[in-house]
């Protein structure tokens, strides 16, 4: 358990300094990610990002573990 539980912050901690280079190519973007926009405030829900995150993150768990 602790081993997977350092490999996830690893990742958690590459994808914070990815995370320029990430936007770059459209990654927090995508479609079907929520962004409201008003004159007070700002809402963005990203549904399509954190469905992709979590794809890779069990792939990536999953080979770890076979």
Same mark, same amino acid.
């Given at each position: 358990m602790?081993?997977? !539980? &350092?490999?996830?912050?690893?990742?958690?901690?590459? @994808?914070?300094?990815?995370?320029?280079? +990430?936007?770059?190519?459209? =990654?927090?973007?995508?479609?079907?990610?929520? !962004? &409201?926009?008003?004159e007070?405030?700002?809402?963005? @829900?990203?549904?399509?990002?954190g469905? +992709?995150?979590?794809?890779? =993150?069990?792939?990536?768990?999953?080979?770890?573990?076979?």
């Amino acid at each position: 358990m602790s081993r997977v !539980l &350092i490999i996830v912050g690893l990742v958690i901690v590459a @994808i914070g300094v990815l995370w320029p280079w +990430l936007t770059r190519i459209g =990654l927090g973007r995508l479609p079907g990610d929520i !962004l &409201i926009e008003r004159e007070n405030f700002t809402i963005y @829900i990203p549904i399509t990002t954190g469905l +992709l995150f979590s794809v890779v =993150l069990s792939v990536i768990l999953w080979l770890i573990n076979r």
